[in-house]
């Protein structure tokens, strides 16, 4: 069992920026892939976006297109989504998956999220 722990979420003004993160405490997400996942409030789940357990894929969504960045750190223990150019449409709790040699999907593990407010 694979526990994901979310972070970065918070406050942020239009047009600014978060970095969330996603770590696996006592693991090692290599050879993971990694999604990441929002639920705005009062709509479904929607992918964001993901990277492939062999980095050889990644996926955005079209409304994070050129905003969203994923990355992971050289010691695999965590994966990023930065966020940049953000708007109030970003607003919503922002979940990350993991799924061992996975391609996107399916998602075995699931993090308990962090919510991202973009608010004048």
């Known amino acids: 069992q694979v526990q994901l722990v979310e972070s970065g979420g918070g406050l942020v003004q239009p047009g600014g920026s978060l970095k969330l993160s996603c770590e696996a405490p006592g693991d090692i997400l290599d050879g993971y892939a990694i999604g990441w996942f929002r639920q705005a409030p009062g709509s479904g789940r929607e992918g964001v976006s993901c990277?492939?357990?062999?980095?050889?894929?990644?996926f955005y969504m079209d409304s994070v297109k050129g905003r969203f960045t994923m990355s992971r750190d050289n010691d695999k223990r965590t994966a990023h989504l930065q966020m940049d150019s953000l708007g109030p449409d970003d607003t919503a709790d922002y979940y990350c998956?993991?799924?061992?040699?996975?391609?996107?999907?399916?998602?075995?593990?699931w993090g308990q999220g962090t919510q991202v407010a973009v608010s004048s």
């Open positions: 998956a993991a799924q061992y040699k996975g391609s996107c999907r399916p998602w075995e593990f």
């Open positions: 990277i492939s357990g062999s980095d050889d894929y990644t």
